[in-house]
């Protein structure tokens, strides 16, 4: 694979820097190399004293490590913005109006545009929220949409994060690292400011809070100080002015939530809970939970609390339901698709299946319902005898796993060991739905710092950068 | 807000302070080691230190006999010893960072950056660069970050578990430091005064702060019974008793709640009979047993703390 097979988001086919790289590549090189390292370094000296850490599992416990960030920022034209906005909006409309017609009418399984089994029988499809009606009919108020740029440039979105998406908070750090580092940099830019998320967030989950609550209490529910992502969740709460809350800071009483206070119990309406499904009631899903709230649901059912996002999102952003998403759109919005797919084989269907175990070394064949990067098969960066490994769980549980082509990911020149190298990239746009659906300019564009490696988890060695969008 | 939020900035603080008071306490004999005395002098130096944290049976199990060297390294470093410096700071910090969100940046800042280089000392640069430099760094430290609380920290309820623990833990602190040395310096039918002495009582108010503040207040000789009052009694002194109970009192009044009335009235009492309580009448009935009770009351304090606002209770 050759390097000028990827759309290079700073260069274009010729060698030319593309205009809206411009200004920012004569700063660059009027940057003496000293003085960028200097940079560097000071970047991750303060990323450290601010604690901006993600704690990694598996390695030593209540290890942290930041996630690297790299100076060059991945610039977005304003007309490539406006489409990507309207596509965004477009598509998590149209998966929250899937989420409450399955739990629901169930009307599109009805008109035969999903096969019913694999929505029903798909183990994210929560019984429990059948015929629940929540607040607006939304169930996922805050989505983290993944988007890749491939080929000769087009997007396609790689799947949508319904459940509980983070990152945000490195979006929001990262551009004010670079408005510290290079406060030059920004005028010679006009850079959409992303700082309003917070706010708009605020406004969101107070806009679905239960009926008939004048001034909702807000909080944000973390598994506390060792989860991974606990510093976005103290981030946000801290930036929105609510409580940080653990499960044990919360009890139920006659289906109203209340949290332990200095001054005794208060009623908590809007809870933007950062754990999982799973661990958030021990008395109605895992028993062995220590995170959640005894009779949380019920309270949940009853409509006394607005759970963020909703119990149940995570059938619609399942990777056996991503390809039907763009149908979705039709279905609901009666409109065409404005983001792409990318194209997607089912493994469960025996043609499809057949396809994938032939192309094996070409396809990225992922776990159904895996996330971040791990239980996936790379097939061209993979050796002979993994391929031949992971052939053999794909024949024994085909409904397990969906493939893609390898993507030509797009690369952004970034600052490695050997000097400023192509790297690839993907984008994390966050799209907020209450009374509006709304998203800030911007988004959360990580980086594979291994040459070559297209895994951009933090997890897997990923990293960061700042993302502009500019303005028209 | 959350008892729970509560309770990790009140042992925020509490931790914060108390490495602050045993880099006093070690400073100072670390000074004493510097001046001539005899080998008995400075293991019972060192004994006194370990008693006053009342930390004896855990460090003769770990390391046997007394040396300066040895104390230092459980006191500072030990990883198995609850109020070595390391770990105060390390439990500061962990207190911190689960409710970092409720401090502002800055504050949570300076606690993440002290126990971040905490992290690079280590016992052998304290023995090259010499260890005053660095109980100098812990104190600063301390400073540091009760200056930007006091500086950033909006007046709610948040600063005011923060000055509790502060306050209580040091009004535990110097009673301690009072008590050893006086147990130690004035030994029963000795009489006060002479020189031998003089470095030793000094040493005693340099480590809470105290010498210039002794000669301002008394223009005198230093006798036993005024640095216990100073030390106790008196309220215009930052890290006295008295001082600290009165600190206690009005935060515990500004987060009263429906059920922290008896632990009000007890913090009241008791800082009342500090403001009127007499010295002469104090050591008459013994200085030891005086702060031995104070110490348990101080103690009940913290408990009914615990109890009112802190364990949460639904």
Redesign the interface.
């Known amino acids: 694979m050759s390097n000028k097979t990827f759309y290079n988001e700073m260069i274009d086919e010729a060698g030319r820097v593309r205009p809206h790289y411009a200004s920012f590549a004569s700063w660059l090189s009027e940057m003496p190399e000293e003085r960028i390292s200097q940079k560097r370094a000071e970047a991750d000296a303060l990323f ?4 901006i850490t993600f704690a990694v599992y598996g390695e030593n416990a209540g290890t942290e490590r930041l996630i690297p960030f790299d100076i060059v920022p991945r610039i977005i034209p304003a007309d490539e913005w406006a489409m990507l906005q309207a596509g965004l909006r477009q598509r998590v409309k149209a998966l929250n109006l899937f989420i409450h017609d399955v739990y629901h009418d169930q009307n599109i399984l009805k008109a035969g545009r999903i096969p019913a089994e694999q929505v029903l029988n798909n183990a994210q499809y929560r019984k429990e929220m059948q015929g629940v009606d929540v607040a607006r009919d939304l169930y996922a108020h805050i989505a983290g949409v993944d988007i890749v740029r491939a080929g000769k440039g087009e997007y396609y979105v790689l799947e949508d994060n319904l459940r509980v998406p983070s990152g945000v908070s490195y979006m929001l750090e990262n551009r004010k690292m670079m408005m510290r580092l290079f406060p030059r940099l920004f005028s010679r830019y006009r850079v959409a400011p992303v700082d309003r998320y917070p706010d708009i967030l605020l406004n969101t989950l107070r806009s679905v809070a239960p009926t008939g609550v004048a001034d909702p209490t807000v909080v944000v529910m973390t598994p ?2 060792y989860n991974s992502a606990y510093f976005e ?3 946000l ?2 930036q929105m002015g609510v ?4 499960g ?2 919360m ?1 139920v ?1 006659d289906d109203q939530v ?8 208060q009623r908590v309406d809007v809870i933007y809970r950062r754990i999982d499904d799973d661990f958030l009631d021990p008395t109605a899903f895992r028993k062995d939970s220590v995170l959640g709230v005894p009779g949380l649901l019920q309270a949940y059912r009853a409509g006394r609390v607005t759970l963020s996002n909703a119990i149940g999102t995570g059938v619609a952003d399942d990777k056996s339901i991503y390809p039907y998403v763009p149908d979705m759109v039709r279905f609901y919005l009666d409109e065409e698709p404005i983001l792409h797919n990318v194209p997607t084989y089912m493994c469960r269907k025996a043609d499809d299946l057949a396809y994938v175990l032939d192309n094996l070394a070409k396809l990225v064949v992922k776990e159904v319902h895996g996330a971040g990067g791990y239980g996936m098969l790379v097939g061209p960066a993979a050796t002979k005898a993994e391929v031949e490994a992971f052939r053999q769980i794909l024949v024994a549980h085909p409904e397990r796993y969906i493939a893609q082509p390898t993507l030509a990911l797009s690369t952004c020149p970034t600052f490695v060991d050997a000097g400023i190298a192509p790297r690839h990239i993907d984008l994390r746009p966050f799209v907020l739905s209450g009374e509006e659906v709304q998203l800030v300019a911007g988004g959360l564009t990580r980086v594979a710092l291994r040459e070559g490696s297209l895994v951009v988890n933090s997890s897997q060695g990923g990293g960061t950068k700042d993302t502009w969008v500019l303005e028209a | 807000m959350l008892s729970r939020t509560a309770d990790h900035l009140y042992w925020m603080a509490r931790y914060m302070e108390r490495a602050e008071n045993i880099a006093r306490i070690l400073d100072v004999n670390h000074r004493m080691s510097m001046m001539p005395q005899s080998a008995v002098q400075q293991e019972q130096a060192w004994g006194a230190t370990l008693r006053i944290m009342g930390l004896e049976g855990a460090y003769y199990r770990s390391h046997g006999e007394l040396s300066a060297d040895n104390v230092l390294a459980f006191m500072v470093f030990d990883a198995e010893n609850p109020s070595s410096v390391r770990n105060c700071l390390r439990a500061a910090r962990e207190n911190a960072h689960a409710v970092r969100g409720t401090l502002t940046s800055e504050l949570w800042e300076t606690t993440n950056g002290t126990w971040l280089k905490m992290r690079d000392f280590t016992p052998e640069m304290l023995a090259d660069s010499g260890a005053g430099e660095f109980f100098e760094w812990v104190k600063y430290r301390s400073h540091l970050s009760r200056g930007v609380t006091i500086g950033t920290m909006l007046q709610d309820e948040s600063l005011r578990f923060i000055r509790l623990g502060t306050f209580l833990e040091r009004a535990d602190n110097t009673a301690r430091i009072l008590d050893v040395k006086y147990q130690l310096l004035l030994p029963a039918g000795e009489v006060e005064g002479g020189a031998a002495d003089y470095h030793q009582w000094s040493a005693l108010l340099r480590s809470v702060s105290a010498f210039e503040v002794y000669r301002k207040v008394y223009r005198d000789l230093i006798t036993p019974s005024r640095v216990a009052e100073l030390l106790l009694l008196r309220v215009d002194m930052p890290r006295s008793i008295a001082r600290c109970l009165k600190e206690v009192y009005s935060n515990l009044q500004a987060v009263a709640n429906d059920h922290s009335a008896e632990t009000e009235r007890r913090a009241g009492e008791l800082e009342a009979q500090l403001r009127f309580g007499r010295i002469d009448d104090i050591v008459r009935d013994g200085l030891h047993n005086y702060v031995v009770r104070l110490l348990s009351r101080v103690q009940d304090l913290g408990n009914r703390i615990a109890d009112d606002f802190l364990v949460p209770v639904s």
């Open positions: 450290h004293r601010h604690g506390g100080a969740h103290a981030f709460a801290q409580e940080l809350v653990e044990q800071d009890f009483q209340f949290m332990r206070t200095t001054r005794g119990p």
